[in-house]
C-alpha cells in the first residue's frame, strides 16, 4: 500500500473519530433539550391546572416550541453526521472490494500455474536443469519465495475478507441508526406542529380578550416604569452620597485650597466625581465588558432590554430598562463584580439592591431577601440574597446596568 494511500485511510479514520465526539456531543445537547421540554410541559400543565391568564399559556407555549425547534435542528445535525460516516464507510468498502478482487484474481492466477507444476519431478527438473550450482541455488529460493508469497497472499486475502465485513457490520449499523433518526425526526415535526397549532388557538383565545389583554399589560408597564422610577431615584441619591463623600474627602485633604464652591460643584454634580481611586474601579469594571459572570448560577433572559413590540400584539410596546432573568425557585442573586453596596431599599414587597463599581452601578431587584448591608464592600460572585419566588414558583431576576443615571443594556456585559 501506497504512502499517500496510507495518509488518506488515516485521514478517513480522524475524520470518522471527530464524528463520533460531535454525535456524543449533540445527544447530550439532545437530552439536555429533552428535559427542558418536559420542564415546560409541566410548567404547562400547572398553569392550566390553576385556570392562569391565557398570556403566560401562551408565553411557555412558544418557549416549548422554541426547544422543540432546536431539538429539530440537533437531530437533523446528526442525520447530516451518519451520512457522512455511511459515505466515508461506504468509500472504504468500494475500496477494499477492489483490492480484494485483485488480490483474488492474482492468487488464481498463483494458484494455476502452482497446479501445473505442481508434480515433485516439475520442481526436481527446473533444479536439475541448471547450468550451475548458483543458479540452482537461486531456483531453490525463488521456489521457497514463491510458496511464501502465496501463503502472504492467501493471510491477505482473509484480512481483507474479515475487514469489509467489519465494515458492512458498521454500515448496516448506521443505516438503522439513520433510520431511528429520521423516524424520531418525523415524530418531532409532528409534536412540533401540534404545539404551532395549540399556540394559534391560545394565541386566538387571546385576540378575543384583546381590550382586557392589553389592559394588563398597560398595568403591568405602569408598575415596571414605577418601579424604573424608584430605582432611578435610589441611583440620584447614590450619586449625591458619593460627591458628598468625595467632597468631604477633598476638604480635608486640602482646608486651605478648596473653596465652598469648589465643594458646592461637587455636590451638586448629576454624575459621580471620581477619586483617582474611583476611575480605577470604573475603568476596571468597564474592561470587563462581555465577561462578568451572570447574577445567577442558572437562568435565561426571558425579557431583552429597551423598547419591544409585544409577542402577540405587535401595537403595544413594552419597555425594560434593564433584563428579566427567569431562573430556579430562590435562586442565589450574586454580585457580577467587586463593589460597595450603595443602597438597598424594598420596593413594594420585593428588595433592590445597587452596588457601586466607579460611576457605574449594578442593580438586582426582586429579591426576597438580602444578605448584605448598605456601606459593605463585595466581591464577584458574593451572595447579595434570594430572588423572590411568586405564587406560580417563576422566579424573575430583573438585573440593571447603568452608567450615573443613565441605563445600559446588560447583555452585551454578561460572559457567553
Keep these: 500500500m501506497s504512502h499517500k494511500f496510507s495518509t488518506l485511510i488515516a485521514l478517513l479514520c480522524t475524520v470518522l473519530a471527530t464524528a463520533q465526539l460531535t454525535q456524543e456531543e449533540l445527544e447530550q445537547r439532545k437530552a439536555k433539550l429533552q428535559q427542558e421540554i418536559i420542564e415546560k410541559e409541566r410548567q404547562l400543565q400547572e398553569v392550566r391546572s390553576k385556570e392562569k391568564s391565557v398570556t403566560k399559556l401562551l408565553d411557555i407555549q ?53 497446479y501445473k507444476s505442481r508434480s515433485q519431478h516439475s520442481r526436481a527438473m527446473f533444479l536439475l536443469s541448471s547450468e550451475n550450482f548458483t543458479q540452482a541455488y537461486k531456483r531453490l529460493q525463488y ?47 409532528e409534536d412540533l406542529e401540534k404545539e404551532r397549532q395549540e399556540q394559534e388557538k391560545l394565541a386566538n383565545s387571546l385576540k378575543k380578550n384583546k381590550k382586557q389583554l392589553a389592559a394588563e399589560i398597560r398595568k403591568k408597564e405602569q408598575e415596571s416604569r414605577k418601579i424604573d422610577a424608584q430605582i432611578q431615584k435610589l441611583i440620584r441619591e447614590a450619586i449625591a452620597e458619593a460627591n458628598r463623600k468625595a467632597a468631604a474627602a477633598k476638604a480635608k485633604a486640602n482646608p486651605k485650597t478648596t473653596t465652598a464652591a469648589e465643594t458646592k460643584k461637587i455636590e451638586s454634580s448629576t ?25 445567577v448560577e442558572r437562568g435565561v433572559i426571558s425579557l431583552g432590554f429597551g423598547d419591544q413590540p409585544h409577542p402577540v400584539y405587535k401595537s403595544l410596546v413594552v419597555h425594560n430598562s434593564g433584563i428579566d ?76 446596568i447603568s452608567q450615573n443615571a443613565s441605563y445600559v443594556n446588560p447583555s452585551p456585559w454578561l460572559k457567553r
Design 143 to 189: 521456489m521457497k519465495q514463491y510458496a511464501g508469497y502465496r501463503k502472504m497472499q492467501g493471510q491477505e486475502i482473509k484480512d481483507k475478507t474479515d475487514k469489509l465485513a467489519n465494515h458492512y457490520t458498521e454500515l448496516n449499523k448506521q443505516k438503522e441508526e439513520k433510520e431511528v433518526l429520521l423516524a424520531e425526526q418525523q415524530k418531532q415535526r
Design 62 to 114: 412558544k418557549e416549548k416550541i422554541g426547544l422543540k425547534e432546536k431539538l429539530i435542528n440537533t437531530t437533523t445535525k446528526q442525520t447530516k453526521i451518519l451520512n457522512d460516516n455511511i459515505y466515508l464507510n461506504q468509500l472504504e468498502i468500494n475500496r477494499l472490494k477492489k483490492e480484494l478482487d485483485v488480490l483474488k484474481k492474482d492468487y488464481a492466477e498463483m494458484i494455476l500455474k502452482s
Design 271 to 295: 454624575k459621580i466625581v471620581l477619586t483617582p481611586e474611583g476611575k480605577i474601579i470604573s475603568d476596571n469594571f468597564k474592561a470587563n465588558r462581555g465577561s462578568l459572570p451572570w447574577p
Design 325 to 400: 432573568i427567569t431562573t430556579d425557585a430562590n435562586a442565589n442573586v450574586r454580585a457580577v463584580f467587586k463593589g460597595e453596596v450603595a443602597q438597598i431599599q424594598k420596593i413594594g414587597n420585593k428588595f433592590a439592591v445597587l452596588i457601586k463599581h466607579g460611576d457605574y452601578f449594578t442593580i438586582y431587584h426582586n429579591l426576597s431577601s438580602v444578605s448584605v448591608t448598605e456601606g459593605e464592600n463585595v466581591s464577584a460572585k458574593q451572595s447579595l440574597g434570594r430572588v423572590k419566588t411568586d405564587a406560580d414558583g417563576k422566579a424573575v431576576l430583573r438585573f440593571m
